[in-house]
């Protein structure tokens, strides 16, 4: 069976400081791919990232980087400088061979001035 | 603008009034889905659709119903709501069914709740 866990439920921290949000999952295939969606007050499901099983590369863009590690099976994501626009719901989702979308429970991040 | 929309974005209705919550998409994409949104369990899905008049259940389904009848449209139907299912919905789209790797497009989502 597949699953994701966001043990973090809510994370607060003031402005410029830095912030990592945890992502474990699990799946027994080799392949699959992990996905972060941001989701600010308004609503809706932002799409921030997507990163498939066979590229452990880490990824920044801007302000945002993601650490993919397989051997803890572990996805996580840094906001650098955190603003006050960073201030969101962040899921994280796994996929194995279907477009189904396995979604973590969510951290809600809040970022004080 | 390449989007997926849903209606109505807020539905306030009592308990056992069918309703109909519409999800359409403007990309040709093949893949649709329907996920709920619940404090402390995420998205989960509740149906999905690999083409038309090609529908499956997902993880939630009792309770709904769906149709595909044009590729473009995706509707989600409650027959007879019941409060457990107060929710944010979302609709969402994906260009080729059975590709993981797919980026899904989410609509805006749907407040329903039910009394």
């Known amino acids: 069976a597949q699953k994701v866990t966001q043990a973090q439920t809510e994370i607060s921290v003031v402005e410029k400081e830095d912030v990592t949000l945890d992502c474990v999952y699990e799946?027994?295939?080799?392949?699959?791919?992990l996905f972060w969606y941001k989701q600010p007050p308004s609503g809706e499901l932002v799409f921030l990232i997507r990163?498939?099983?066979?590229?452990?590369q880490n990824e920044i863009s801007g302000r945002y980087s993601w650490n993919f590690q397989k051997s803890t099976s572990s996805f996580n994501f840094t906001i650098t400088a955190s603003q006050v626009v960073d201030s969101a719901v962040y899921f994280c989702?796994?996929?194995?061979?279907?477009?189904?979308?396995?979604f973590g429970t969510g951290t809600r991040l809040q970022v004080f001035p | 603008e390449a989007q997926v929309t849903q209606n109505p974005r807020y539905l306030i209705t009592v308990t056992g009034k069918k309703l109909t919550v519409t999800c359409s998409q403007n990309?040709?994409?093949?893949?649709m889905s329907w996920y709920r949104q619940d404090p402390g369990l995420g998205l989960r899905q509740i149906y999905y659709?690999?083409?038309?008049?090609?529908?499956d259940k997902g993880d939630v389904p009792e309770g709904y119903k769906v149709s595909r009848k044009e590729k473009r449209n995706f509707p989600l139907i409650l027959e007879s709501p019941s409060p457990n299912q107060t929710s944010l919905y979302f609709c969402a789209s994906s260009p080729h069914p059975g590709g993981s790797y797919n980026e899904q497009f989410f609509g805006p989502g749907t407040r329903l709740t039910v009394l």
């Open positions: 990163r498939n099983s066979f590229d452990e």
């Open positions: 990309m040709n994409h093949e893949y």
């Open positions: 989702a796994l996929s194995v061979h279907t477009d189904k979308l396995i």
């Open positions: 659709s690999m083409n038309v008049e090609v529908t």
């Open positions: 799946t027994r295939d080799t392949t699959y791919y």
